[in-house]
């Protein structure tokens, strides 16, 4: 394996920390136009999971199946403990305040084909988006189709495009779960990190384009939102938004900020699957207390979602380490809080 691809890259674990708390803000918006452009600017996040998956699947050795076997059944057990976890939440809820509980033939047919879990927490459809994504993989590379694979991806980021941005402008809409899915969303992103992999030795961009080429199309971004009006889920500069940033974190794998290191290092994933539950709960909160229209409580509200869930998330480590002690396992499983690796 060449020497970069042996470093560790401390730049991508930075950048999974900001994603992680820009994805936080991204669904429990700030109020007014301080939380569209928030929003805005973090459509970046899920993209750069994506890519970042895919470029710790890339494998000189492309006959190996090991490393993405094993990869496959942890996203599998993470998945699966993400959705017992809401479904207990969801029959909770059920039994405190009443109603159904929205389960229909059709949402789980909408769940299972385009991994949209409208059952249970609709920000969990990137964990199934990955799964399906990982056993789509594990299929092409055992067919020995990784290059077509390749070129699949601008066709693709263009079927997204032309599903959401295009169709609105058409005056058409489409429902997110068509484009917003495993194979149009997920797959060509992943299979774009996992190129990246392969290319990163050749890549010879420098840093102050890498830069450029990161706040330009950010700045694009609410360009877009302002003349389009409306969200949809990944917008049409983020795609090269993302795609520089990923690529300056790849030419500069020893930059490190510390704090946010440790935070995509060890909560990325968990912060992912807590934050949900912990917003909403505030909302409750919010509503008991009757601060819920109260504009420095509801600023306030993102930064105590995105604190909480860190907490969460190392209290939940924490007790994991024990427990593996007490059962007589001392390794620590470092994939079950990180995305990606």
């Known amino acids: 394996m060449s020497e970069t691809a042996k470093k560790y890259n401390y730049c991508l674990d930075v950048i999974k920390g900001i994603a992680c708390i820009f994805v936080v803000c991204m669904h429990c918006e700030f109020p007014g136009i301080i939380g569209t452009i928030v929003q805005c600017i973090s459509r970046f996040c899920v993209p750069l999971f994506f890519m970042i998956s895919g470029y710790y699947c890339y494998y000189e050795n492309l006959g190996d ?55 249970i927490a609709g920000q969990m459809w990137f964990l199934f988006a990955l799964l399906y994504t990982y056993i789509f993989y594990a299929i092409i590379k055992r067919l020995g189709l990784i290059k077509l694979a390749y070129f699949s991806i601008p066709v693709l980021i263009a079927l997204y495009i032309a ?55 950010t700045a694009l971004c609410l360009v877009e939102r302002y003349l389009l009006g409306r969200d949809f889920g990944v917008n049409i500069f983020t795609f090269p938004q993302v795609s520089a940033l990923f690529l300056l974190a790849v030419r500069n794998p020893t930059f ?29 909160i919010y509503e008991w207390i009757h601060i819920g229209e109260n504009m420095i409580a509801l600023y306030l509200m993102p930064i105590l979602v995105i604190v909480l869930s860190i907490i969460a998330s190392r209290m939940y480590t924490i007790g994991k380490i024990k427990l593996d002690l007490l059962g007589g396992n001392q390794r620590e499983n470092s994939l079950s809080t990180n995305i990606g690796r």
């Not at 490393?67 to 959705?83: C, D, E, M, Q």
């Not at 968990?270 to 709960?281: E, K, R, S, T």
């Open 65 to 119: 199946e090991k490393p993405v076997r094993k990869k496959l059944f942890h996203i599998l057990k993470i998945t699966s403990g993400a959705t017992a976890f809401y479904c207990a939440i969801a029959m909770i809820k059920g039994l405190i305040i009443g109603g159904s509980l929205g389960i229909s033939l059709r949402g789980l047919a909408i769940w299972a084909i385009f991994n949209q879990p409208i059952v």
């Open 163 to 217: 599903g959401a941005q295009g169709m609105h402008l058409l005056g058409y809409s489409l429902p997110n779960y068509l484009y917003r899915n495993w194979l149009i969303e997920g797959f060509p992103l992943f299979m774009l990190g996992h190129y990246i992999h392969k290319k990163q030795d050749s890549i010879k961009i420098k840093n102050s384009t890498l830069i450029v080429c990161v706040f330009v199309p």
């Open 256 to 284: 490190d900020i510390k704090f946010l290191r440790n935070i995509g290092k060890k909560d990325s994933m968990l912060v992912y699957i807590f934050h949900p539950a912990i917003w909403h709960g505030l909302e409750y």
